[in-house]
């Protein structure tokens, strides 16, 4: 269940409101669907001035393979609300920074392959690459680019007044330079998270012993408390529950890693490189004139385990930021979003010596169809009778193919299909089986 997006007759944003209500809407012909993807309804009867809006926030957690999104209504009817919020709707995206790099990496090495051959030649480019300040590799400006739209898509469909997003993993600001102004862990709840964040991107998100990662890691004294080490993050490592038995009583040094003593009194120097993606989003939803607050990673951690959320992107992205209580509807799923973009520039295939394989690229749409419309098509006899709903992968004959479920159908007519939504570069599922495991 999510809650469905409500415009008024001018398509300006009102409440998101429930579905039962919105299906009630619809039946009694007051409101239209507007959109499928995320579900909009437009009233037919209704003016902004005319009703009550209530404050809401879109929060973010930026991920470098997922990221969360959720529509939180924070202003309510009580004034007491304050800081407490419920989650309205939740969007994981997917983003496509790795398949970004795959053809930027295949295209060097095709171009490459041919200069090194004597056959058809491209001349290397010298020297002429002018990189402008704040430029990100494009396997990241898409993920930048992947939330800005869909912040922007939530701007237009429900009345949002501020913004909010995990920016760091840790705050150094509270830490203050742990290592050097020997910050103890002690401090209270929350700082315990921010020191357990700040040491998973130290040691890189794995046991400093062994290496190994996707385990549970446990915080560990690299001189033990019983040999008098201290408390100070500059004494902490991060191991797996087998190597911190192993150790035992023994130093780092003493169990064979002198290593790791040298290296925990390194502060983290590029604590702020880490995070460049974050920034740069930071910068570019400061745009849209909202107020945008940011909250830590081991803050959103600390919120989601005070409320007993279990771990997903989208309960990550709810639980941003200083807050003191969310209501998380128990039938609410998250939409699944996967980043597709818009096709490829490359004119045509080449064949594995790098000459081109087939003429130049066909249309890019054909009989009105472009590849990633969802489309309903209904055979009514042959090989293929029957209905389908998915993805269409257009072919310039106009006998396409149809991705549904999983599987593709091949060789459907044109003329079978019905367009049910354009395509707009993302593909979404309520199920989200075949998305990529979190981060
Ligand atoms: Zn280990």
Redesign the pocket.
Known sequence: MQYVFVLDRDKQPLDPCHPARARQLLKEKRAVVFRRYPFTIRLKDRELEESVTHAHQVKLDPGSRTSGIALVRTGDDTESAGTCGKVLWAGELAHRGLRIKAALDDRRTVRRGRRNRKCRYRPPRFDNRRRPEGWLPPSLESRVANLKTWVRRLLWSAPVESLSMELVKFDTQALQNPEISGAEYQQGELMGYEIREYLLEKWGRK?A??G?SNVPLQVEHIVPKSRGGSKRVSNLTL??Q??NQEKGDRTAAEFGHPEIQAEARQPLKDAAVVNTTRWELWRSLSENGLPVHCGTGGRTKYNRIRFGLPKAHWIDASCVGEMEGLYVPPALTPLYIQAMGHGSRQMCRMDKYGFPRTGSKGPRRVFGFKTGDLVTAQVPAGKHAGSYRGRVAIRSSGSFNIQADGSIVQGISYRYCHLDFRSDGYSWSLKGAAFPPHN
């Open positions: 046991c012993y062994c190994k191991s797996c087998e190597c």
